[in-house]
């Protein structure tokens, strides 16, 4: 028999516990100096990267300290097409020193933007934290984390990019700036070079603006709507929405209270003093301040950060926005008044997207609402060419005859506004006569997705929603949106971006910004764009918009009126401009029987007449020419849409 090996004796009870306890008493120690060790690497190579980092700052950047004595707000100079000047905004007001300021203005901003700001340094990991946590809670970015710190460090040095490559830059800056100055020297570079909204940079300029007067007299009430400006310059500035100015400083007073800067008293008897904003009364400006605004709510993000002079070119042709302004101003003022319509808008741009004029309301004076570019309203059967065009796009004809009975959807029966029904009818009969059971039609053929994708295509942002009303203009869009659409019918089916500002450069005439050659891309076979023209002809000349009519320029447009009257509509072009025009009353009121070939075409008609003053005729895209002998529009020319 084999021998069997002897095994080995294992210790047991309290000599084989401390056997354990030896054989493993180096690994935690090894694992303690391993993490002292890459701890005290890494602050070491930390603190390298930020040395080096603080000298590359200092050597590159100039003494954040010395721009405290030369600081100045920009002037910000507007200028129209012909070089004439619209505006001159944000006066080289005086750097207000951080004692000479009342604390009331620095508690509201540091209340609202930067609570912890005297005791962070330049960081705020606390803040961060929330702002995390909010943002995960909420499912979207609804709060950031920046300091008024990393604020500053990116007015005074970066752009607007957004990346971590300058994030990292911002957080590296915040702390060389909280090295190299004081919190109140931060606070007063802040304040004194923040952009507030209306071309106003800096607190003084802001306070001019807004309140006229200086920000060493501002009130706690006053300097909680110019703190609260700081999240949304453009959205709460007092000359865009009084409204939303007056609301959002109230929740700038909620966050005072919050941190003990005011007592609810203090805050009770501010909200019982709504405060008082300056009227605009720059002669100037007069008839342009719409357009103006426009502008300059545009303007931060082209030109990044920046001091001194500005001056914008624009498209704008002063002539034509003073008129078009005085145009809706006579004509509410008069038929608005019996007919129950208090507001109008307008906007006018040429067949490759510049914008020549905007009117946002009758009275700048009394409303800074912009009802041309922020409301959106139903546009009734302004809307009915898309549907129309998704037709043709499907191989439908002007001359294909449709059936003009009643029609039923998911039981919603909609009725033409006659009350009565043709039989059949061509596609170009019932889009000049705004035959609704048509359109409705004609969307159930070919898709409701399909004609969502094509507004969208030609330049529609809204929101469409997908039901069988959108034929007949059920969902919200802007009068920009819609001139917009409307204009790359009138380019010949090329992509059209509506803007105004051309370029943008310093006083000495450096350039700061030029707009970019937009690439225009065909949207819209030609052919289709010269049927659509061709029936949208018919609907001035023979149908709902015959008011539109102009003696010796084709024109194309389209009426459009919306349930019990509430919105009116009348949007056209010819060969060199486009306009859409908006009747209405904000609260949405019925008017008195107001429709789109009403006030909107009589608008729409002296606003293009003057604009086409010195125009030659010319055709419509694929579209015969008026005979200038012609009123009617006999056929004489016909111009073929290029590619």
Known sequence: MGRTKPKTARPTGKAASGTARKAKQPRPRFALRTATTLTLFAGFTGAIVLSLAFIYYTIRFPDPSALRQRGKAPVVRVLAADGSLLA???????????????????????????????????????????????NLRAGRYAQGGSTLTQQLAKNLFLTSERSLRRKIEELMLALWLEVRLTKEDIAELYLNRVYFGGG?????????????????????SEAAVLAGLLKAPSRYSPANSPVLARARSQVVMKRMLDAGYITAADEAAMLRRPVRFARHANEREAGAQYAVEFVLDRLPPLVGPNSGELVVQTTIDAGLQRGAQATVEQILATEGRVAGAQQAAVV????????????????????????????????????????????????????????????????????????????????????????????????????TS????????????????????????????????????????????LSVAPHAIRAVRTGAGAAVYTR??????????????????????????????????????????????????????????????????????????????????????????????????????????????VNASDPRGARVLVRTAQP
Not at 474 to 480: D, G, I, N, R
């Open 348 to 447: 006018v741009i040429d067949t490759e997207g510049r914008i020549r004029a905007l009117v946002g309301g009758r009275s700048f004076a009394d409303s800074q609402y912009d009802r041309a570019v922020k409301a959106r309203r139903q546009p009734g059967s302004a809307f009915k060419p898309l549907v129309y065009l998704a037709a043709l796009e499907r191989g439908w004809t002007p001359d294909t005859m449709v059936q003009d009975t009643p029609v039923t959807v998911a039981g919603w029966s909609p009725r033409n506004d006659s009350g009565t029904y043709q039989g059949l009818i061509t596609l170009r009969t019932a889009l000049a006569q705004s035959v609704n059971s048509v359109a409705v039609r004609l969307q159930q053929e070919v898709g």
């Open 516 to 625: 970019p050659a937009y690439p225009q891309r065909m949207l819209v076979s030609p052919d289709h764009v010269g049927e659509i023209s061709d029936m949208l002809h018919s609907a001035v000349t023979s149908g709902t918009g015959r008011r539109a009519l102009l003696p010796r320029h084709p024109t194309a447009g389209k009426t459009g009126t919306t349930q019990e009257f509430r919105d009116a509509w009348f949007v056209g072009y010819t060969a060199q401009l486009v306009a859409g025009v908006w009747v209405g009353n904000d609260d949405g009121k019925p008017m008195n029987k107001v429709v789109g070939g009403g006030l909107p075409a009589r608008i729409w008609r002296e606003v293009m007449l003057a604009a086409h003053e010195r125009l030659p005729p010319g055709g419509l895209p694929g579209h015969a020419a």
């Open 88 to 134: 001159e905004r944000g006066e080289a007001y005086d750097f207000v020193p951080f004692d000479l300021l009342p604390r009331h203005v620095i508690n509201a901003v540091v209340a609202t933007e930067d609570r912890r700001f005297f005791d962070h340094w330049g960081l705020d990991p606390i803040g961060i934290a929330r702002a995390t946590f909010a």
């Open 200 to 220: 106003a940079y800096g607190i003084e300029a802001a306070s001019h603006r807004y309140f006229g007067k200086s920000a060493r007299s501002l009130t706690v």
């Open 450 to 493: 399909r004609v969502i994708a094509l507004a969208q295509r030609l330049g529609i942002k809204s929101e469409l929603r997908p039901s069988p009303s959108i034929a007949l203009g059920t969902s919200e869009v802007s009068v920009l949106e819609l001139t917009g659409v409307y204009g790359v019918l009138a380019s010949g089916g």
